[in-house]
């Protein structure tokens, strides 16, 4: 059983920078692929960004890609996401996960509550 608790959220001005956190109880936390998702408003909730279980490999929607930078401290039981140069369509609450290597929700077993992200133009 894993637990997670994502913080981090808040409001920015487009361009600006937030890092989320996720918080992760659990012994069994370093046999699971990490992901981000988020879910804008009257929207799908979609895939952000994913992280191996070692930290090794990391995966990026195309749309967060150079921008985003996903990161794990299995040490600590944390996982991070560094969002640079944020656009108001970066807006929506954001999930952190665990689970397999997948960019599908179905695949995650794990989720936290969300944090909120909310960029201004």
């Known amino acids: 059983q894993v637990q997670l608790r994502e913080s981090g959220g808040g409001l920015v001005q487009a361009g600006g920078s937030l890092r989320l956190s996720c918080a992760a109880s659990?012994?069994?936390?370093?046999?699971?692929?990490a992901g981000w998702f988020r879910q804008a408003p009257g929207k799908e909730r979609e895939f952000v960004a994913s992280?191996?279980?070692?930290?090794?490999?990391?995966y990026y929607d195309t749309s967060v890609k150079g921008r985003f930078t996903i990161s794990r401290d299995n040490a600590k039981n944390m996982v991070y996401l560094q969002m640079s140069s944020l656009k108001p369509d970066d807006s929506g609450v954001y999930y952190c996960?665990?689970?397999?290597?997948?960019?599908?929700?179905?695949?995650?077993?794990?989720w936290g509550q969300g944090t909120r992200v909310t960029v201004s133009s």
């Open positions: 996960a665990a689970g397999s290597v997948s960019r599908e929700e179905r695949n995650y077993d794990y």
């Open positions: 659990g012994r069994t936390f370093d046999t699971y692929t």
């Open positions: 992280i191996s279980r070692s930290g090794m490999s990391t």
